[in-house]
């Protein structure tokens, strides 16, 4: 076969896998339920096996579809929802689609490591078993996959399943090439799973090996939010001592400034201290109470 033969060949395996993914969309969207019915009652269209079967072998480019169409489908249901979307909490958003759609992906395309990441970061809140079943199914096909280990991890550590946690990372630290804190995971969950420390050697390490930049910015906001959990502890104790001094809370951020710059806290024109997002935080007038400010990128919850 010389070249330019090669190269036409080539050039209609091509064009056959885009015509063949291009009818599985339009197989889907013909038997997509009307906008009105959608609203009332979500269901998946077409399962993996069918999706499989009509892909006509080009499974990568049919997984790479639903893939698309996962993200489209959580972003939808963000816009729906409006400014005030709980972007750190999506089980409010009606997520019924996610994890069929994240499946089909999977099942097409079992070497596909992008869907079970968001899987394990995003499914938790809406459908943690799916969220693991999905992890460990992509385990099973990329036995050498060590992220994934340490999304499953992740997941039970949510769940404050420590032990099952630290076997986990324990056994993704035995993959050859894997970094060596995988291995310290396991000691740190077996110690002190739910200590505040762990929470940031987690999230610190997400942030530093993921590919996703949703996930990346998840681990930033949480991160974040760390941060600010330790600023406020010590702003208790800023009021707890202002208190014992002059037998009442303070009434505004002025009356603590001096205290404020002694300690190094970064502080705004009007002397309150900032979060770690930039924002100032607000004080309850009266009260030995401090909270998020409006505006803040940290997570309230």
């Known amino acids: 076969m010389n070249d330019r033969t090669k190269t036409i060949s080539l050039a209609l395996l091509v064009v056959v896998g885009m015509i063949a993914t291009l009818g599985l969309a339009r197989f889907v969207d013909a038997r997509r339920p009307p906008v009105e019915v959608a609203a009332r009652d979500e269901s998946l269209y077409l399962n993996a096996k069918t999706a499989k079967r009509i892909s006509l072998g080009f499974n990568g480019l049919a997984a790479d579809w639903y893939w698309m169409r996962s993200l489209q489908y959580v ?15 999506l089980s409010q958003l009606n997520l019924k689609l996610l994890a069929p759609l994240l499946e089909n992906a999977t099942t097409l395309d079992p070497e596909f490591l992008d869907p079970y990441e968001y899987a394990a970061v995003v499914l938790p809140s809406i459908d943690v078993k799916e969220a693991i079943r999905i992890t460990r199914k992509g385990i099973d096909a990329n036995p050498n996959a060590w992220r994934l280990y340490q999304h499953l991890g992740y997941i ?9 946690a630290a076997e986990v990372y324990g056994r993704g630290a035995k993959i050859p090439g894997v970094p060596a804190w995988m291995q310290a995971m396991k000691a740190r969950m077996a110690v002190e799973g739910g200590s505040r420390d762990t929470a940031r050697e987690i999230y610190k390490r997400m942030l530093e090996q993921s590919t996703d930049e949703k996930v990346r910015d998840m681990a930033r906001k949480r991160l974040m939010q760390l941060h600010s959990f330790d600023e406020r502890d010590v702003l208790h104790q800023v009021f707890a001592a202002y208190q014992t001094q002059t037998g009442r809370c303070p009434a505004n951020w002025r009356e603590l400034e001096q205290v404020l710059r002694a300690i190094r806290a970064p502080l705004d024109q009007s002397g309150a201290p900032l979060d770690p997002s930039g924002v100032p935080y607000a004080l309850q007038s009266g009260k030995c109470e401090v909270e998020l400010g409006q505006g803040s990128e940290v997570p309230f919850r």
């Open 156 to 164: 039970y550590w949510q769940q404050q399943d420590y032990a099952t």
């Open 75 to 89: 972003g939808r249901k963000i816009v729906n929802y409006g400014d005030n979307a709980p972007l750190d909490n």
